[in-house]
């Protein structure tokens, strides 16, 4: 049986947890406000360190996921007011501005992913290669069929069983917890 | 401007168009909630843009997780720990030098990023999905820290429990019969199905006691507070739902609502389809959909025909219905939904007020709407006083 989050929120095991749990998610989050994968590697595990040094102050894994985005969000902001002047703006990183609900989308986008990549890790295994194919190298179901020895119709099966799957893995209670602190 | 209602369900309906799930009506309006703010398109068009959804799992797959992890770790859980105060000598110095270097982290800290508040005094917000399960070992779990997450009981039952809802799955080995409560503290809500695949929706302050499988020839659980059925049809097996005072409640395939709060002054089981026998003490009455069974120590049970079916499922569709109701009954209502304690002031008049209101609505609004039939509500901390104007 899985150990209750909320004891070992203070222990190492938890935080351990919590680190294996959101840092990719983070790391995606922070990558797309500042632009840069090394930046926003560092910035999330400074923030990681801030939590330990926080961790016993949480009641439960809400709170802590509303804290990590916060605080990732706002060093990510303070990274590109203090970054050299020439900044380099790829395609996803947002021009600055101050809006209170800046980084929503981008936590929306982070939390979606996160949870889709869950999901498709825990497919069963004859779903997860044809949605990995798919997704990961693009492929077209004809190919997909081929490349694995099996019938397109069996494609189109493996991907609505995954599909099935993923509808009832997506948590949406993350989206309202941090909406709410994003707006106060 | 956005609430947090909407921004939520926008998010569902996407989900859903991602699934090829919508229906014309929810088109419809996800359409005009994109026509209405630039960023609600955009927001739109790159969730569903298939290249967002394949480059964000190539950049989550191509993190070092555990190299990262290494780096923490060595900073973290793996420092040795402090020596205890009482083996060190600490110059005064050395304490000054900390206590200064403490302050100043700690208004950096105060500074930057807000300290998370769990919970403000000045906001008293709506209850939420939120309740504790007791298994059969007495351990206990809070259902909204282990979000998406499966719980494997012992004796080969399945429960998974996501967004606000539990599922239970599988059969007992051995024929084990074990028994979980599920409660709901005030400002609670939770649903439920069993493994039989009936519906429970649990108001706040409420619980179930249930057992993970059902063997044998009945479905029997214990219900305290307010709980919504919608029970699986089994010809095999009756389903009786007990209570902990007044009658005790026997169905087969149907919905329906009970109240049985200790505070109010009536058991009520409302029946919105199918057919329940409601018995106690020997008594049994059947009812038919669109009555109501009421029950009272003073006057006992009794069958009322003309059951607003509305105002008693009202909760359960995220919604406050008052029907020319007594401010008390309402008020009642009100405290279990928000966590609130309610104290009178004054001799209030017998009033009944009528009024929708979303269960969604903060304190305030739904006070404000109150006032208008003449009451007045100071609001210390969490203690509503009700008076005259």
């Given at each position: 049986m899985q150990e209750s989050l909320h004891d070992s929120i203070s222990s190492d095991i938890?935080?351990?947890?919590?680190?294996?749990?959101?840092?990719?998610?983070?790391?995606?989050?922070?990558?797309?406000?500042?632009?840069?994968?090394?930046?926003?590697?560092?910035?999330?595990?400074?923030i990681f360190m801030k939590f330990w040094d926080r961790r016993e102050g949480f009641g439960n894994e809400p709170s802590v996921k509303t804290f990590l985005y916060l605080t990732v969000r706002n060093a990510s902001l303070n990274f590109l007011r203090h970054a050299a002047v020439e900044q380099r703006y790829l395609d996803d990183a947002l021009p600055l501005d101050s809006e209170p609900g800046m980084g929503l989308d981008q936590l929306i986008h982070a939390e979606v992913l996160a949870e889709i990549h869950r999901s498709i890790c825990e497919l069963p295994?004859?779903?997860?290669?044809?949605?990995?194919?798919?997704?990961f190298e693009g492929l077209k179901n004809n190919k997909i069929a081929e490349r694995l020895g099996i019938s397109v119709n069996t494609v189109k099966t493996q991907k609505q069983r995954a599909l099935g799957h993923l509808r009832i893995r997506l948590d949406l209670s993350a989206y309202l917890a941090i909406w709410m602190m994003l707006n106060r | 401007m956005d609430t947090i209602d909407t921004y939520s369900y926008q998010a569902r309906l996407i989900i859903r168009h991602l699934n090829g799930d919508l229906t014309e009506k929810e088109r419809t309006e996800l359409e005009a909630w994109m026509a209405s703010d630039d960023r609600h398109r955009r927001v739109f068009e790159e969730l569903t843009r298939g290249e967002w959804l394949k480059e964000g799992l190539q950049f989550l797959e191509s993190i070092p997780v555990e190299d990262a992890w290494q780096k923490v770790a060595a900073r973290t859980v793996q420092r040795v720990p402090e020596l205890p105060e009482r083996k060190r000598r600490i110059g005064w110095w050395a304490v000054a030098a900390a206590i200064a270097a403490s302050l100043f982290f700690s208004i950096q800290y105060f500074r930057e990023d807000p300290v998370p508040v769990l919970k403000t005094a000045e906001r008293i917000s709506p209850g939420a999905d939120k309740a504790t399960l007791t298994l059969a070992?007495?351990?206990?779990?809070?259902?909204?820290?282990?979000s998406a997450d499966d719980i494997i009981i012992q004796g080969g039952v399945r429960v998974i429990n996501l967004s606000g809802k539990l599922m239970y799955t599988g059969v007992a080995k051995n024929g084990e019969i074990a028994y979980n409560t599920i409660r709901t503290p005030p400002g609670g809500q939770y649903q439920l199905q069993l493994s039989d695949g009936t519906s429970v929706w649990l108001n706040a302050s409420s619980s179930l006691r249930f057992p993970t499988t059902f063997n044998g020839d009945a479905r029997t659980v214990e219900l305290t507070g307010e709980g919504y059925f919608e029970?699986?049809?089994?010809?095999?097996?009756?389903f009786t739902v007990k209570l902990a005072f007044g009658p005790q409640l026997t169905v087969q395939g149907t919905s329906f609502n009970i109240n049985a709060y200790p505070d109010e002054p009536f058991v009520r089981a409302t029946l919105l389809d199918g057919k329940i026998s409601v018995g106690q003490n020997g008594v049994v009455k059947v009812l038919v959909p669109g009555q109501q069974a009421r029950w009272s120590d003073r006057?006992?049970?009794?069958?009322?025909?003309?059951a607003d079916t509305d105002q008693?499922?009202?909760?359960?569709?995220?919604?406050?219905?008052?029907k020319s109701m007594?401010?008390?009954?309402?008020?009642?209502?009100?405290?279990?939904w928000y966590d609130v304690e309610v104290a009178y002031s004054g001799a209030i008049g017998s009033d009944l007020f009528s009024g929708i209101v979303s269960r969604q609505?903060?304190?305030?609004?739904?006070l404000k709407i109150l006032e208008e039939g003449g009451v007045r509500f100071r609001i210390e901390g969490r203690r509503i006083t009700v008076f005259e104007k």
């Open positions: 938890g935080f351990e947890y919590v680190f294996k749990k959101y840092y990719a998610r983070l790391c995606y989050f922070a990558y797309r406000l500042v632009g840069d994968r090394d930046a926003a590697e560092d910035i999330v595990q400074e295994a004859a779903c997860r290669q044809v949605v990995e194919l798919a997704y | 070992d007495g351990s206990v779990m809070e259902l909204e820290a282990l029970v699986r049809h089994d010809p095999s097996k009756t006057e006992g049970l009794i069958v009322a025909d003309d008693a499922i009202a909760w359960k569709n995220g919604q406050f219905v008052f007594d401010i008390r009954s309402i008020m009642r209502q009100i405290s279990r609505s903060s304190l305030e609004q739904v």
